[in-house]
């Protein structure tokens, strides 16, 4: 897939201090320069990773970002024409997948197909143990010409819109050890990957291994989306990159600048007893839809739900569990009701994990 060029590191990031005051490393020139641009600051970046900001990427496979020089402009010294894509950015990716890669109708209006657009990478929202999460604005820059293509009509008025793009690593850099748990009863549509799948010496099998956590992710989100199920809308797929809605707001500062803020995790917020009820309907209507559609989520907790105002949505999919084919499935199934029961039960709300779990298997089946 296209990756994004080496570039100084993004202005829009703020590194903390040990004191845990923002520390900006930009020099004044550069922060003059960064006025009036969106910017993302790191009480802004959600994920129970505090050191995301500060870790070596060095030596991470695909997803490695060089040491960058942060007072460094790149516009200095020379002219760019801000219709072509410059450091930390690249083409849309939408035009170069197959159909069956991007999300499912209806297309929502937000989302920019143009084949205009270019992709600017702001910086990272969050590490995990398999894939780390990056935000990405795609936007049509002003002066662009208009490409005529067959979807233009669809996004007229979509010139903009904020990306998360899901980047899952080779298995020599991944994490993420529990992995038969999930993948047990799983079927790939080529009998040739499933097979270099069972043989991980292989350097196919270990891609084909990389790529399968990413599609089981895509595949689950088309489906609960097309469902109702409150997921993030999936935008495309790209080889070991999903590109999904980003859930949060923009807000403007006391300088013009917009930041990006992602909603929290449901661990960080306190809602009222009202909201709470709210939440817990919320929730059991979406694992309702999972298990309807035959998935369990396999990792549900309060760090993999977001608490964006009013609503719920659930993230991180790719260890979906077919509660069919999965021998495993009805003790993954129970641990994730246990789980998010727990969460509610601390709070006030008096719910019962074994009947949820009775009912979503009654629903499954």
């Known amino acids: 897939m296209p990756r994004f060029p080496d570039s100084p590191t993004s202005a829009l990031i703020h590194a903390a201090s040990k004191g845990g005051k923002q520390h900006d490393k930009r020099s004044a020139d550069a922060e003059q320069r960064a ?36 007072d460094h402009d790149p516009s200095e010294g020379a002219q760019h024409d801000p219709t072509q894509p410059g450091p930390g950015q690249r083409w849309s990716t939408w035009r170069s997948v197959a159909k069956g890669q991007r999300g499912p109708d209806p297309l929502p209006e937000w989302v ?13 929202l969050k590490t995990g143990k398999e894939a780390d999460a990056f935000l990405v604005e795609r936007a049509v820059p002003a002066g662009a010409s208009s490409d005529g293509g067959p979807d233009l009509a669809l996004d007229q008025a979509a010139t903009r819109c904020l990306l998360v793009a899901k980047r899952y690593r080779s298995l020599e850099h991944g994490q993420f050890h529990r992995g038969s748990e999930y993948t047990e009863g799983r079927t790939v549509r080529r009998t040739r990957d499933q097979r270099a799948m069972e043989d991980r010496k ?62 929290p995790r449901l661990t960080r917020v306190r809602p009222s007893d009202d909201l709470l009820e709210s939440y817990w309907e919320q929730l059991t209507h979406g694992m309702s839809v999972l298990a309807r559609l035959g998935f369990a989520h396999g990792d549900l907790s309060p760090y993999n739900i977001l608490a964006d105002g009013e609503r719920l949505v659930i993230i ?23 789980t998010v029961c727990d969460w509610f039960t601390a709070r006030g709300l008096d719910v019962d994990a074994d009947a949820l779990f009775a009912d979503l298997l009654a629903q499954a089946f």
Do not use: H, K
Not at 48 to 67: K, Q
Not at 116 to 124: S, V
Not at 235 to 243: A, H, K, R, S
């Open 35 to 70: 006025a009036g641009r969106s910017s993302v600051t790191r009480e802004d970046l959600e994920g129970p990773y505090p050191g995301a900001l500060d870790t070596d990427w060095s030596g991470v496979d695909a997803f490695s970002t060089p040491e960058r020089d942060v």
């Open 112 to 124: 920019v197909t143009r084949d205009a657009a270019i992709d600017t990478e702001l910086g990272i």
């Open 202 to 263: 292989s350097a196919w099998g270990r891609a084909v291994s990389a790529t399968q956590w990413a599609d089981a992710e895509f595949v689950a989100l088309r489906e609960a989306w097309s469902a109702g199920a409150p997921v993030p809308y999936p935008v495309q797929i790209d080889g070991t990159e999903v590109l999904m809605e980003f859930i949060g707001t923009e807000e403007t500062d006391d300088l013009g600048r917009t930041q990006a803020v992602a909603a």
């Open 316 to 338: 991180d999919l790719p260890q979906v569990v077919d509660l069919a084919a999965n021998p495993f499935s009805s003790d993954v199934l129970l641990r994730d009701c246990r």
